[in-house]
């Protein structure tokens, strides 16, 4: 029974009473399993693109943003880097005092070759009057650490990624938003000489984003003859999800206050929905290299816009023929073809449509969102990967999925996942207008039924938490979406601080 207060809590977050009830009811049901058809594979869903042909896409790029047209970089930036420092936080509180684990052993081995050794170095010798050398010399390894974890030191182990100092340059370590500022520069500048950046942050890092591009932007623009114009949007609290107990009974905290989570990243669909953009460039706030490295990241950026572009001029194309209304048969079978082909959008029941019905279908999967999405080779990264999966209506598309999405207890499901031969980098390109230049409602193409339930624990108690479908997976369910192999030197994600350490971001 909700109380006063909890319905003023419900206004405030503009949650209506009645998604709180479809919440709660989605935690006692929980979420249908996907239906999935094979895994995506060479040739099958996933296109590899010939030398030749990737310099015809990226002229086709080149081409395309020397026009009058909104090129944005988007940038999912919100979430807090702890995870990133999990096995050091461990080592504060562990019994002993010397670096034990691998992990340990190969951050201390390896601190001098982080891009922030200098700062937190420099942060030591005022807090402790002795530089890193001389602590580790002297064992103290765990005052190190908490120089590196704690306010009172760098702070690292409570600001987001987007904050940290990634890597060392000649001109002094960047942060992982400069690296995408640097980055943008080299694929996303626009006819006018801008590049557009959008940042989705938590509240009470804003000003510090805000701070950093403030004091950074000037020499980048200078570095880059380029202009930028760097927005941030927050996650709207009414994409917040109740979190309940392990009975399904909604969890209040001391005061009796109904306790909310952020509803994941499928609730920053609502952000990009905002952007007003012809094309949009998605990628995480981690997954950045080195200037040296860039060239390769920056000619498959390239390639798959050109593919896009080319892609959607001839949806727009078609959609035009259809509203004109002089196609012929020829041409009807044509865009089949486009759909099943190019698309890999299948129908079983194509040859049943009467000609009228045939033409409605094709428009309405035409008429979507389209999506270009760079896949690596899987070598045992965690998360999702590329499957042709059923949809609501019957028909068979081009899916990102993650495992919480397949019925693992059944053999056959999970055999599919694990014979998939590549991993999805979040490497997203996407064509938001349709052919007239109108945006589409992004909203209208989630499928609701692909969140999923996490289990966490709190002051010792386990909870559950309401995962609203994925950006990329369920949030893109009813895009049109095609996938391209990239190499893996174009992924290069930070999940703990050791992955520093690695040759793609040294």
């Known amino acids: ?35 999935v058809k094979a895994s995506a594979s060479v040739g099958k869903g996933i296109r590899v693109i010939s030398g030749e042909e990737q310099a015809r896409y990226v002229r086709i790029w080149d081409d395309y943003r020397s026009q009058q047209k909104r090129i944005v970089k988007f ?15 461990t080592f504060l509180s562990a019994p002993y005092g010397a670096p034990a684990t691998e992990a340990e052993k190969t951050f201390f081995e390896g601190i001098a070759k982080f891009a922030f050794f200098d700062a937190l170095n420099r942060r030591l010798c005022e807090t402790e009057g002795k ?38 340059c ?14 943008g520069a080299l694929y996303a500048r626009d006819h006018a000489g801008e590049v557009h950046l959008h940042l989705t942050v938590s509240p009470e890092h804003r000003l ?42 909604p969890l209040r905290d001391a005061q009796g206050v109904l306790e909310f989570r952020p509803g994941g990243h499928g609730a920053l669909i609502g952000n990009l929905n905002s952007i007003d953009a012809d094309v949009v460039f998605i990628k995480n706030i981690d997954n950045v290299v080195p200037d040296h490295l860039k060239p390769a990241t920056v000619h498959y950026k390239k390639t798959l816009a050109g593919v896009l572009v080319d892609l959607h001029r001839k949806i727009c194309d078609y959609i035009r023929l259809i509203n004109r209304g002089d196609y012929t048969q020829k041409q009807v079978q044509e865009m089949i073809y486009f759909l099943q082909d190019e698309l890999c959008v299948k129908n079983p029941e194509t040859k049943l449509l009467e000609d009228a019905e045939l033409i ?13 999405c760079g896949m690596v080779r899987n070598d045992g990264e965690p998360g999702g990967g590329p499957f042709f999966t059923v949809n609501p209506d019957g028909t068979v598309s081009l899916q990102i999925l993650e495992s919480s999405q397949i019925d693992m207890s059944n053999p056959a499901g999970k055999a599919l996942f694990e014979q998939g031969t590549h991993f999805n980098p979040v490497d997203i390109v996407c064509a938001l207008k349709d052919p007239d230049g109108n945006k589409y409602h992004l909203p209208d193409f989630v499928d609701d039924n692909t969140g999923f339930i996490s289990h966490k624990s709190k002051n010792g108690h386990e909870l559950k938490a309401l995962e609203l479908p994925g950006l990329w997976n369920g949030a893109m369910s009813d895009w049109n979406t095609v ?24």
């Open 360 to 372: 409605l279908y094709i428009k309405r999967k035409l008429l979507r969102p389209l999506r270009v």
């Open 208 to 249: 510090l984003f805000e701070q950093l591009v403030e004091e950074k932007l000037t020499h980048f623009e200078q570095l880059s003859g380029t202009r930028y114009v760097v927005a941030f949007s927050i996650q709207s609290s009414s994409t917040d999800t109740v979190a309940v107990d392990a009975d399904n009974n």
């Open 131 to 168: 530089d890193i050398s001389t602590l580790i010399a002297e064992g103290k390894y765990r005052t190190v650490a908490a120089g590196l974890l704690e306010r009172d030191g760098l702070g690292y182990g409570t600001l987001p990624k987007g904050l940290l100092l990634f890597h060392s």
């Open 483 to 506: 996938f391209v192999e990239v190499p893996g030197e174009t992924f290069n994600p930070v999940k703990t601080v050791n992955d520093l350490l690695r040759p793609g971001h040294q």
């Open 75 to 89: 940038v999912p930036a919100s979430g807090a880097a702890s995870r990133m420092f999990k096995d050091l936080f």
């Open 170 to 183: 000649p001109g002094g370590a960047r942060t992982a938003l400069e690296e995408h500022l640097a980055e």
């Open 1 to 35: 029974m909700l109380t006063l207060e909890d319905r003023q809590l419900l206004a405030e977050k503009n949650i209506a009473e009645s998604l709180l009830n479809k919440q709660l009811k989605r935690f006692a049901e929980g979420f249908p399993y996907l239906e």
